[in-house]
T-cell receptor, first 115, second 113 residues
Framework: AQTVTQSQPEMSVQEAETVTLSCTYD???????LFWYKQPPSRQMILVIR??????QNATENRFSVNFQKAAKSFSLKISDSQLGDAAMYYC????????????FGQGTELSVKP | DTAVSQTPKYLVTQMGNDKSIKCEQN?????MYWYKQDSKKFLKIMFS???????INETVPNRFSPKSPDKAHLNLHINSLELGDSAVYFC???FGTGGAWAFFGQGTRLTVV
C-alpha cells in the first residue's frame, strides 16, 4: 500500500524568506502523481502544485516550486518570498495513475509566517 | 459560482441521531469522494463514486451510507451517530483519470454531543 509521510508537524518562516516543507512517499507503482494542497484557517482545501512522476522537470507555480527526487521518493515544497497569506496547513498527497485512484494524504505541516 | 458545495457547513447533533450531508459539484466531473478529517487534521478517504457507481469503500462503519443520485451529487447519510464521528467531512470531485486533481468542498464540521 502507498503511504505519504510529512515529518515536520510545524514550520515557521519569516515574511519574505524561503521555506521548504518535506514529504516522502512509498509506492511500488511507476505511474503516479504527487500534489501539495493548502488548507488555510477557512478550511478550504486548495491545490498548490502538481507533479507527474514521469516528468523529470520540477513543477513550479509562481512562488511555489517542488524538488522531486523520484529515486529517493521525496517531494518537497519550496515557498519563496513567503507572505502572511501563506500561513496554513500544507498536505502532501499521492494519487495512483490508474483509473479512479484515491488521494492519499500525509499528516500535514502547519506553516506559520512571522511578520 | 461554487464548484463543489456542501451543506450544511456546521452540524451539531446528539448521539444516536441520524443526519445527512449533501454535496453537489458543477464541474462536470465523473468521480466524487468523501474524506474525513479527524481531530489531528489527518485526511482519509471514506468513499469514492464514479458515474453513480461505488468505486472505493474504505473500512468505514456501515452506519455511514453514501448515495449518489447522479454524477453531480454525492450525499452522506450517517445513522446512530456516535461521539467518535465528530470530525470535518469533505466532499471532493475530479475526473476519474489518474492525474486529475481533486476539487474540495468547504467541509462540514460535525459535532456529536
Amino acid at each position: 500500500a502507498q503511504t505519504v509521510t510529512q515529518s515536520q508537524p510545524e514550520m515557521s518562516v519569516q515574511e519574505a524568506e524561503t521555506v521548504t516543507l518535506s514529504c516522502t512517499y512509498d509506492t511500488s507503482e511507476s505511474d503516479y502523481y504527487l500534489f501539495w494542497y493548502k488548507q488555510p484557517p477557512s478550511r478550504q482545501m486548495i491545490l498548490v502544485i502538481r507533479q507527474e512522476a514521469y516528468k523529470q522537470q520540477n513543477a513550479t507555480e509562481n512562488r511555489f516550486s517542488v524538488n522531486f527526487q523520484k529515486a529517493a521518493k521525496s517531494f518537497s515544497l519550496k515557498i519563496s518570498d513567503s507572505q502572511l497569506g501563506d500561513a496554513a496547513m500544507y498536505y502532501c498527497a499521492y494519487r495512483s495513475g490508474s483509473l479512479y485512484g484515491k488521494l492519499i494524504f500525509g499528516q500535514g505541516t502547519e506553516l506559520s509566517v512571522k511578520p | 459560482d461554487t464548484a463543489v458545495s456542501q451543506t450544511p457547513k456546521y452540524l451539531v447533533t446528539q448521539m444516536g441521531n441520524d443526519k445527512s450531508i449533501k454535496c453537489e459539484q458543477n464541474l462536470g466531473h465523473d468521480t466524487m469522494y468523501w474524506y474525513k478529517q479527524d481531530s489531528k487534521k489527518f485526511l482519509k478517504i471514506m468513499f469514492s463514486y464514479n458515474n453513480k457507481e461505488l468505486i472505493i469503500n474504505e473500512t468505514v462503519p456501515n452506519r455511514f451510507s453514501p448515495k449518489s443520485p447522479d454524477k453531480a451529487h454525492l450525499n452522506l447519510h450517517i445513522n446512530s451517530l456516535e461521539l467518535g464521528d465528530s470530525a470535518v467531512y469533505f466532499c471532493a470531485s475530479s475526473f476519474g483519470t489518474g492525474g486529475a486533481w481533486a476539487f474540495f468542498g468547504q467541509g462540514t464540521r460535525l459535532t456529536v454531543v
